[in-house]
């Protein structure tokens, strides 16, 4: 299957910054979930046997969650439409039930309902009865999507964990809809195996990101500030990998399986891992001395990620 491989976006959050992020063409994003699900789910041939109703379980950092077939022939034959149920929304992408009920409109002259986002936009939405017999509230993927860009331009009173909340969940798929259209260029295809291995490559780094948080908030209430931070994390890296962060960085994009990388050659993956670990360790050990914690948290994460 071929894909577009996309457009890309800029986010304002506030004057002066800017987040840049990649979307697929809205016009391909059902297909693609819908392809996600029939690699991740070993439903070989699953496009041609969708029906209305139908749910479809993807993974999530870890989770699973669910879409719904909102018409197996929305954009032409063979081309399903897919949604997200208000539940589902709340619980992944961060926006409350309470909020999405208190947005949505009924406009009886056509038949459907729509939610009106502050912005002033509005977006159909469907009651579908799925094939479990319970019935959804859905918005199709790529309102949801539009909607979404919408709230984190025009909040209006969305709250600023809600926001970033969305902006992950966006971000997630973004980046999945174009690993999924690169290999399917670069490969002829994306595999089962191809999906696992993003996944918990997405999965790691974001778990590193929230325990880099802790790790230099940690550093700066003990008075880090300016050039310390980075000199404890090439303290980090140097201890693990016996270079510094930026050289060990552009190894990993420039050599793959080359064995000269560290003590013991480790994928880029694993070793964010062991980054992540041992500053979480530093936080943990930290008795009286920034240079003691820091020996004692490499020590430990040498031993257990093998690096000796």
Known sequence: MAFNLGVLIIYTIKPGLSILTFCLPLASVSTVLLRLWEITSGQKGAMKKIKKGQIIDLSYKGRDFEAIVIDPNGMGNGQPTVGFGFGMMQRY????DST????????PEDDFECLKVPSGNTYRVSRITGLDKNEYVVLEVRDWFDLAFDVLEKPGRVSKPIKTKLLQFVKWFAIKGFYAGAYAVLKGAYTAKD???LSGWMEI???GVIKRNKYTDFLQSQG???????????????GLFNMQARQMKQMWKLIEGDKSIGRNYIPEAEGLKAVAYCENQVVELFVESL??????AISFTRRKFKLN
């Not at 999405?100 to 406009?107: A, C, E, F, K, S």
């Not at 240079?291 to 004692?296: F, L, S």
């Open 195 to 197: 999906d696992r291995t």
């Open 224 to 238: 880090c500030e300016g050039y310390d931070y980075a000199y404890w994390t090439d303290c980090v890296y140097t």
């Open 291 to 296: 240079e003691q914690a820091h020996e004692d």
């Open 205 to 207: 780094r974001l778990a």
């Open 100 to 107: 999405m009920n208190g947005w949505l409109q009924g406009l």
């Open 93 to 96: 992408s961060g926006l409350p």
